[in-house]
């Protein structure tokens, strides 16, 4: 099949779309943990997410999951949503939000790995050229001393968000297999709303102790953007394009996101941008190509 620039569809503009949406998410979820304890932070997007599918689901008929499905749903809920979450909010609490977003550009390559090794997706020679040429970019990006003053923890929050993305590889690796029995819309619901009860749990020490009179209307509007489109509509985007063009053409849209994360990053929250983020950045899209439009 003849694939190229010209095959661009639907799908790979959507993903482009929830690309933007993740970049941003970066900065204003930094922005508004500058006020917010990011446990409860977390607690409140889980629970908006989950109420919004919620009310989407009853728009479209379908037929619940049985017994099995459900338990597959359950577990990976608890990998992509309960504990990844958890992991991503104190990871970014901790570290830049540029560097947040780079680490997580390394997603495609353990999707690969956990794909490889479950048999899920046959990986052409292609493909990991590509994925060596994002990896490459990916090192020329995180390589650079700074990305701004994190101060002392910076560490800890980067190791965070790496088990974090290994969390959220998993995830996208284990739901193509599944995604044949459940629609997108079904497999983002149930996965969103088992997986945050870990989310809930944990906010509930700091929850018990919050003046909602404190939280601004910046905030809450933080809270919105990041529940209904960085989780819920990016999301049903996400793994409608898993089950259409698979899981590892899907996760190298996720090196996009650390160009845009970083530029922003950089004028909003003054992250440094270096040059040689600039080359990775190159890097990052030839791998792309070259992964998405393989033969």
């Known amino acids: 099949m003849k694939t190229g620039i010209s095959s661009l569809t639907v799908i790979d503009m959507l993903l482009v779309l929830v690309v933007v949406i993740w970049g941003v998410n970066f900065t204003i979820v930094k922005i508004a943990l500058l006020e917010m304890n990011p446990l409860v932070f977390n607690c409140f997007r889980a629970i908006v997410a989950s109420v919004f599918l919620i009310i989407l689901s009853c728009f479209k008929k379908s037929n619940?999951?049985?017994?099995?499905?459900?338990?597959?749903?359950?577990?990976?809920?608890?990998?992509?949503?309960?504990?990844?979450?958890?992991l991503f909010i104190l990871g970014i609490y901790r570290t830049a939000a540029g560097v947040t977003a780079l680490i997580m550009a390394a997603t495609p390559i353990f999707v690969m790995i956990i794909d490889s090794i479950l048999h899920v997706e046959k990986i052409g020679h292609q493909e990991w050229i590509g994925v060596i040429f994002s990896l490459i970019g990916i090192i020329l990006m995180i390589h650079i001393g700074s990305l701004g003053s994190v101060g002392n923890s910076a560490l800890i929050g980067d190791l965070l968000?790496?088990?974090?993305?290994?969390?959220?590889?998993?995830?996208?690796?284990?739901?193509?297999?599944?995604l044949s029995s459940v629609s997108p819309l079904q497999f983002v619901t149930y996965t969103v709303i088992l997986g945050s009860p870990i989310v809930i749990l944990g906010s509930l020490p700091s929850l018990l102790t919050l003046d909602l009179r404190t939280v601004t209307l910046e905030s809450w509007s933080i809270i919105g953007y990041s529940a209904i489109l960085s989780i819920a509509v990016a999301y049903i985007i996400w793994?409608?394009?898993?089950?259409?063009?698979?899981?590892?053409?899907?996760?190298?849209?996720?090196?996009?996101?650390?160009l845009i994360a970083v530029v922003i990053a950089w004028q909003i929250l003054g992250e440094q941008l270096l040059t040689r983020q600039l080359l990775g950045g190159a890097m990052i899209f030839l791998g792309i190509y070259l992964t998405r439009f393989s033969n």
């Open 239 to 258: 793994y409608s394009s898993v089950k259409r063009i698979g899981t590892a053409r899907t996760a190298i849209y996720q090196n996009l996101v650390p």
């Open 161 to 178: 968000i790496l088990a974090g993305t290994v969390c959220w590889a998993t995830y996208i690796a284990l739901s193509k297999p599944i």
């Open 64 to 86: 619940r999951p049985n017994r099995g499905i459900f338990l597959q749903l359950f577990a990976i809920g608890l990998i992509g949503n309960g504990i990844y979450q958890e």
